[in-house]
């Protein structure tokens, strides 16, 4: 048979406790090593799992406890194996699954383990589309393949290998060949993505942004190593039908370097919201957002505009949504047994006067039947709704966030007043511009979200900036 590619190829079966490469173990391995057409090594051994092989697998497969007791276990082989099949294509049937699985066997053994992969299935598939089935049943029985050892990693391996001499025989080698080209492409690599743009990706902190057909934007994301990141969308292992999905209709990548997590993470949520990438769900509809405010002893609804860097700190909770905010509040009122028809809040057709509904239910205390002194119950919903109250912001005015890049020497600054991010910065100039904003700016529930996680981790570098704004603006 004539060499499918330059390269030589590892034909490798695995044998499992289960389907799953995070918490199954492999039982057997089986590696034939093909070159020019040949088989040059055929090698396999059965493997201790360190874990009980369940009894419908032990009947499938005949590897019984018993006789992976006395075996290796896959730390021992992880290195033979690794130097075994470096340099050469990986060819299984389902490879995605056997190759995923080495792949998380090798990492708990310390060693990243990539190849080229070509899977079997495909190629029949592509062979034979007449066919509906493409399991290694259905080819052994289609193709009369020999297989003495049914559902064992060597036994199978060699039905692999029979199966790519028939194929070729009946297809022709050149057909065959140009479908394996096709199909073994580095691994896991979209279609449309060439290598060369992932290896530009750097690995430093930034967000990417994946765009399909026309240009839609399908996805951003964040990390503090882009590069990793983008792979890791792509790999073999990750088997979300979302991921499959962005990996079938991406065609192009797009990437911008912060300076640090937060200028990262900031930068995504903007995108996310300018863009509306089809694959995002959060960090979206930033701008119904509502609260309560509670002064003069009147509770009010509050919302939209009003909701900005000068009010945001005397709010009673921030919420996504008008149902959000009363739920929130009914909670509340259930919780501390207040009025909700005393706080002006109570809906629809309940509304009236005297003794509420609530009270007769036993979740209102009763100032609306004379039972609670208004003003006691007036403190009392104060008290509660203070348990609603974003953090108060701990500065005296705004702040400058520092993030530096020392590889680039580069810094960014992210200005925030009561948290709402100004914007940000790479020079004192632009620092003063973003002060002079400070009065417009309104709140955004991600930013308050990020900023109040990343404050209080405690190792933001902050720079108190109350000093340069304008006289009489403190
Ligand atoms: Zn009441």
Redesign the pocket.
């Known amino acids: 048979m004539k060499p499918l590619f330059d390269a030589p190829l590892a034909i490798v079966d695995l044998e499992t406790t289960g389907a799953h490469p995070a918490w199954d173990r492999v039982t057997e391995i089986a590696v034939l090593e093909v070159e020019g057409g040949e088989i040059v090594s055929e090698w396999s051994t059965l493997v201790n799992p360190g874990t009980s092989i369940p009894p419908a697998i032990q009947a499938l497969t005949g590897i019984t406890n018993d006789m992976v007791a006395d075996a290796p276990d896959f730390d021992e082989l992880a290195e033979g194996l690794f130097e075994r099949l470096q340099g050469r294509v990986f060819v299984a049937h389902n490879a995605r699954f056997d190759y995923g699985f080495l792949r998380h066997a090798f990492e708990r053994a310390g060693l990243r383990f990539h190849a080229r992969t070509l899977c079997t299935v495909k190629l029949s598939r592509r062979l034979y589309p007449g066919h509906a089935r493409h399991n290694l049943d259905s080819l052994i029985e289609r193709h009369q393949l020999r297989c003495d050892a049914r559902h064992r990693a060597l036994g199978d391996a060699r039905a692999v290998w029979h199966f790519l001499q028939v194929a070729a025989e009946e297809r022709g080698a050149e057909q065959l060949q140009s479908m394996v080209q096709q199909l073994s492409r580095l691994p896991a690599l979209p279609a449309h993505i060439e290598r060369a743009t992932v290896d530009a990706i750097p690995e430093s902190p930034g967000v990417y942004l994946f765009y399909g057909e026309n240009d839609v934007p399908l996805y951003v994301g964040k990390s503090v190593a882009m590069r990793s990141r983008v792979l890791q969308h792509f790999s073999a292992d990750v088997h979300s039908p979302r991921e499959a999905q962005i990996a079938r209709e991406i065609r192009r990548i797009e990437w911008r370097r912060s300076c640090g997590e937060l200028g990262a993470l900031l930068r995504e949520a903007a995108l996310v919201k300018e863009l509306l990438p089809v694959f995002n769900r959060q960090l979206r509809r930033a701008n119904d957002l509502c609260g309560f405010s509670f002064a003069s002893n009147k509770l009010k609804f509050i919302e939209k505009e009003d909701i900005n860097s000068q009010t945001i700190s005397h709010l009673c909770g921030v919420f996504r949504s008008r149902r959000a905010a009363m739920d929130a509040l009914r909670g509340l009122a259930d919780e501390h047994r ?5 706080l002006g809040f ?1 809906q629809g057709a309940k509304r009236g006067k005297g ?5 007769q239910i036993k979740r ?6 004379g039972a609670e002194n208004l003003h006691v119950h007036q403190a009392r919903a104060a008290a509660a709704l203070t348990g609603l109250k974003t953090s108060a912001w701990p500065w005296r005015g705004p702040i400058g966030i520092v993030e530096e890049d020392e590889e680039r020497e580069a810094a960014e600054v992210h200005v925030v007043d009561n948290w709402c991010l100004l914007g940000t910065a790479n020079s004192e100039d632009a620092v003063g511009d973003l002060l002079a904003t400070r009065s417009r700016v309104r709140f955004d529930l991600d930013h308050y979200k990020i900023l109040a996680r990343h404050l209080s981790a405690g190792r933001a570098r902050v720079v108190e900036l109350g000093a340069r704004l304008p006289a009489g603006a403190h």
Do not use: D
Request: glycine residues 6%.
């Open positions: 207040l009025c909700l028809r005393t109570e003794a509420c509904f609530r009270h209102c205390a009763g100032v609306c039947a």
